[in-house]
C-alpha cells in the first residue's frame, strides 16, 4: 500500500473555504453524536525564546480514519534563524481497518482554516442576522483566516481592528483590505473595538490584558481563538456571568480553555454552559433566542475537525492524482 505525501502547494489547491466551513460542521456533528474517539491532546512547552508543540490525535468511526497532527506556534526566532515560519503543522492520516499509513500531509495551513471555519460556524449559529461589523482584537495570520472565512458566511460591512504592533496592525488592513475589499478602521485601543463589535475575534493566542465585560454591548456574539491551554486568557471572567456559553468541547474548555477561567473564579459553574455546538448544530438545542444576549464560542480546537478536513483533502488528491506516492512497506 502507498503513502500519499501532499505539501502545502497541494493542500491549498485541492479544498476551498466553503468546503472547509462544511468539513467542520461535520466534525462538531459527529463529535456530538458519539462518533469520535478523541484522546486529550498533549502539549510540549519549550525553553523561552521558543513556543510549544501540540499533538491532537482522533479516530472517526464513520469514514474508518485516523488522524494525529502536530502543530507548533510562537517561535518567534524562526524566520531569522533558520528561515521558517513562527509556527508549523503537520497531519498523518492512518486507515483504522488496518492502521496502515495512508498520507502525510502540510498540516499549517488545515490548521488556520478549520480553526477560521469554526469561528463562521459559530457565526451562522450564534450571530445576529443583522451583524455587520466585526472587531479583530489581534491581526495575525489566525484573524485573517476567521475574516476570510467568516466573510463567506455573512456580510461584513466593517472591521475594527487592534494590535499592539503597529506594523502587523498596518499591513492587516493591508491585506484584507486589498483581498476581500472590506474597510478596516484601526482603532487606538482595544476598548474603541470591542465596543463598535456586532462579531468580536479575539486571537491574540491568550498573551496580554483581557478584553473587559463593560466594554461588550448587548448583542455581541464573540468568537474566542487564542486560549487553549492553562495560562492564557483573553476574555475577563466576567463577560460570562450573563452570557449564553457554547463549547466546541466541555471537556476541552473547562480544562484548557477560555471558561476555565470563570469556572476557578466561581462566577459560572459547569451547568451554565449553554451546549458543545454540536449539539446546535444537530437541533437539539435552539442557537441565539434574541438579537440582546451576549454569545460566547469558546474554541480550543479538536481533532476531529482535522480529520474530517483532512479527508476531504486526500479523497480530493486521489480524485484528481495530486501529490507524491512512496512506499513505507512493501
Known sequence: MKTLL?????????????????????????????????PDYLSIHLPAPRGEIDFKLGYYKVNETISMKASSGGFKNNPESFGLPTGMGTIILFDAQSCALTCVMDGSLITGLRTGASGAVSV???????????????????????????????????????SRTAETL????????????????????KQQAVEKADILITTTRGLGAPVEAAWVKPGTHIVAIGTDQRGKQELEPEIFRNAKIVVDSIVQCTEKGETWHPLNRNIITRDDIYAEIGDILLGHKPGRENDDEVTIFDSTGMAIQDITTAARIYRNAIEQNVGTPFEFFS
Open 170 to 189: 498596518a499591513k492587516f488592513k493591508d491585506d484584507i483590505e486589498s483581498e476581500l475589499g472590506i474597510p478596516v478602521i484601526v482603532t487606538g485601543s
Open 124 to 162: 451562522k449559529a450564534l450571530a445576529r442576522k443583522n451583524a455587520s461589523k466585526i472587531a479583530s482584537i489581534g491581526t495575525g495570520n489566525q484573524a485573517r483566516m476567521q475574516i476570510r472565512a467568516i466573510n463567506e458566511v455573512m456580510k461584513i460591512d466593517e472591521i475594527y481592528a487592534w
Open 6 to 38: 501532499l505539501s502545502k502547494e497541494d493542500v491549498s489547491r485541492l479544498i476551498s473555504n466553503r468546503d472547509v466551513i462544511g468539513a467542520v460542521e461535520d466534525a462538531y456533528k459527529a463529535f456530538s453524536s458519539g462518533q469520535v474517539e478523541q
